[in-house]
């Protein structure tokens, strides 16, 4: 037997007589050291359960490799050939999780074909996670071509399992939907060339008989994804997830390699375990580089306030607004360039509009430099449009195919990244740009996705890859560039939220459906594989301008702050309470910022269960609770609210953060014995009339800070 542990968990594989590699256990650590008497008793087939597998081994599940040889023949049997500890192989330009702890390499073989399989796992130990990823190699004489090529393959026994998977839509991405399947293959996949907001690469599978065991699967990528769950009439289940084979032909020339992306995953007792070691992961080996574990800083960001209405008046008018409730940068959204009035024009011309800001860039950035406020601005480079200089002086670099009219959408083409000079354009022009008015921050966009997908340079059965690869080329290059600048990355709201991206930018902008209560159950369905600290939230205006729901400041900033804190609102039409009450708002959220934006996160109450949403983040003395009643009903007794995650045996002191809308005030103090079991009992104080009058849904909201006194 061959094991890699974490601290909690143990992956054991097993070798049988025939040299097939299997798995023998994946869950919680196990003590056992000699397994000698175990593998005499242990006579279940290998073959059941294998770390990689394809066609022709009598195995008719789904594989995790399927190779097309010369001949027209599709079998590969792979067989083990060793083993060993090492150093995680450098997968880049993939991008790849930092600091493993320890790497298990396999060697797999196929005897007739001379293709290898170098499958890899790597150990994060103290937040439980594994990763795997593998390396195929054509050793043959001829050429053949990858038609799959799955990044991790995990066969379990057992026939009773729940999915769950994040999917979802623009303004309402990553909300979690449970799934029963029978037997048969249960899918999960993009093939709009994004990870998308319509499916997160992310799933959960919740073992419903035996261990109970929750297993999570993410994918370090930001393309084409694929996650199979496959029950058979064998009991026995067999999770893959890699790269969607969807269009996917791979070609490798005799001794050529291909690396799969890496995926992860988690074993735990519960979600809430697997969503604390995600939350680990991500923080600890995903994110990386000076604003790792850096405070972030609080945003303005202008599009709700102008769109592209932009002019310098009221741009310097807006930032006198954020300097005054405190933000610390300004982030200048679309419309800043070329001849950019609406979404059909300028797409690659990045350099500032003269007409819009007289003094460019630099002079804007100075100016607001001069308001102590940072300065960011927004850019969508993967995108083309028919009028631009760019598609005058260079047709060829959009991604179109000769002889047929391009899918226009928002009214711009995708740029072909598989093309070099294209990249360098990109580098070149972003950085010139960037180093002009010496940037602090991007916004990296995107709003469509692929259709006309045609390489000149590359390889069309492998377009989709060979585009994401060539993206994460051009955004490490200026990355690595610019440590100092915060890169945010963003996809019509959170359409690329994914492990691939953030291991370049450290925060994603999460949606744009920025009302406080459709906001709850985006934010809770991310926090299931991605932490607060990645999560851009912003304060907008009501009526929100994606639903038309109005709700106090009070509670949009409440469910703002359960991530990286923005504004993006109009000043001029806030009154002067409305600039206070965001000043007072900002102010407490500075004073709270590790505490909140780093602190462990802990879901106490689901929307998804219930009317109410609870949730808490925890640091080593304190903790801040927010409390949501969805339904806030006229004549309620409310139940108390039990908190979580506090030391039973300490005193605390609990104090709630002042709100312009509830008169009263409350500060007392209790065990964490008496909040964790009793709970806070809040009596009337969801009673108070003027949430309700400010809301035309009726959501309230209050939050409090949590102070272990000893
Ligand atoms: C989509 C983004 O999600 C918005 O925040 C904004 O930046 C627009 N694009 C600008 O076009």
Redesign the pocket.
């Known amino acids: 037997m061959i094991r890699l542990d974490t601290e909690n968990t143990t992956l054991l594989f097993s070798v049988d007589g025939n040299n097939i590699l299997g798995v023998e256990y994946y869950g919680k650590r196990i003590t056992d050291t000699n397994f000698d008497g175990l593998l005499s008793v242990h006579r279940e087939p290998r073959a059941e359960r294998l770390v990689a597998s394809s066609f022709g081994a009598y195995d008719f599940r789904e594989s995790s490799l399927l190779a097309e040889y010369a001949d027209g023949t599709f079998v590969t049997r792979l067989r083990y050939c060793g083993h060993n500890f090492t150093k995680k192989p450098d997968i880049s330009p993939l991008p790849s999780a930092r600091d493993a702890d320890e790497t298990l390499e396999f060697c797999l073989w196929d005897e007739v074909t001379e293709l290898t399989v170098k499958q890899y796992f790597s150990a994060y130990k103290k937040c439980d996670v594994i990763t795997s990823f593998c390396v195929i190699e054509n050793g043959g004489k001829s050429p053949c071509w990858l038609r799959k090529a799955m990044s991790l393959q995990l066969d379990l026994s057992g026939d009773k399992f729940e999915i769950t998977t994040f999917n979802g839509a623009w303004g309402r991405e990553r909300i979690p939907s449970r799934h029963k399947p029978g037997i048969g293959i249960f899918r999960n996949d993009s093939k709009s060339g994004a990870s998308s907001a319509e499916s997160n690469p992310l799933i959960y599978v919740e073992e419903k008989r035996g261990a109970k065991r929750h297993f999570a699967f993410n994918l370090l990528y930001s393309g084409n994804h694929l996650e199979e769950v496959e029950i058979t009439s064998y009991n026995s289940v067999r999770i893959l997830t890699g790269i969607n084979d969807f269009m996917f032909r791979k070609k490798l020339m005799p001794c050529q390699a291909f690396t799969t992306p890496e995926a992860v995953m988690c074993v735990a007792e519960s979600d809430e375990e697997l969503e604390t070691r995600m939350h680990a992961f991500v923080k600890r080996h995903i994110v990386r580089g000076e604003w790792a574990e850096r405070e972030r800083p609080v945003v303005f960001n202008n599009?709700e306030a102008t769109y592209f209405d932009m002019t310098e008046e009221k741009i310097l008018c807006l930032a006198d607004g954020a300097a005054q409730i405190g933000a610390e940068l300004f982030v200048l959204?679309?419309g800043w360039f070329g001849q950019r009035y609406d979404?059909n024009s300028s797409m690659g011309d990045w350099y500032p509009n003269c007409k819009k800001l007289k003094d460019g860039l630099a002079g804007l950035a100075d100016n607001l430099r001069g308001k102590g406020l940072k300065f960011g601005f927004?850019v969508?480079p993967e995108m083309i449009s028919k009028n631009s200089d760019l598609y005058r002086a260079h047709p060829e670099y959009a991604m179109e195919i000769p002889g047929r009219e391009p899918y226009i959408q928002r009214g711009e083409m995708m740029l072909d990244l598989t093309n070099p000079e294209v990249r360098q354009y990109l580098v070149d022009s972003l950085s010139h740009v960037m180093e002009e008015c010496k940037a602090d921050f991007i916004?990296w966009?995107f709003?469509r996705l692929m259709t006309d997908v045609f390489t000149v340079c590359g390889e069309m059965g492998a377009y989709f890859h060979e585009y994401i690869l060539g993206l994460y080329e051009v955004i490490r290059n200026l990355t690595d560039r610019y440590p100092h600048v915060l890169f945010e990355s963003?996809a019509?709201?959170g359409g690329r939220m994914d492990l691939g991206l953030l291991c370049f930018m450290p925060q994603v902008?999460t949606s744009?459906n920025t009302d406080a209560r459709d906001r709850i159950a985006i934010q809770e369905g991310t926090l299931f594989g991605y932490p607060q600290s990645v999560m851009s939230a912003h304060v907008s205006i009501c009526p929100n301008h994606q639903t038309g729901d109005s709700t106090s400041i009070e509670n949009r900033f409440n469910v703002a702050s359960c991530g990286l804190l923005g504004f993006e609102i109009d000043f001029m039409k806030c009154t002067a309470s409305d600039m206070e009450t965001m000043r007072r708002q900002t102010e407490y959220y500075k004073q709270h910022r590790r505490l909140l934006q780093f602190g462990r996160y802990r879901k106490v109450e689901s929307c998804f269960d219930s009317d109410r949403s609870v949730w808490m983040v925890l640091g080593e003395n304190e903790a801040i609770a927010v409390i949501v009643e969805l339904e806030n009903k006229v004549c309620r007794h409310g139940e108390p609210y039990l908190l979580s995650g506090l030391d039973e045996e300490s005193l605390y002191e609990v104090t709630m953060r002042p709100q312009c809308n509830v008169e009263q005030t409350l500060s007392f103090q209790a065990t964490g014995s008496y909040l964790c079991n009793v709970g806070l009992v809040l009596g009337d104080l969801f009673a108070d009339e003027t949430d309700r009058h400010e809301n035309s849904n009726s959501i309230a909201s209050r939050m409090f800070y949590i102070r272990k006194i000893s």
Request: glycine share 8%; with cysteine.
């Open positions: 599009w959204d679309d979404e927004w969508e916004k966009d709003n963003c019509s709201g902008w744009d």
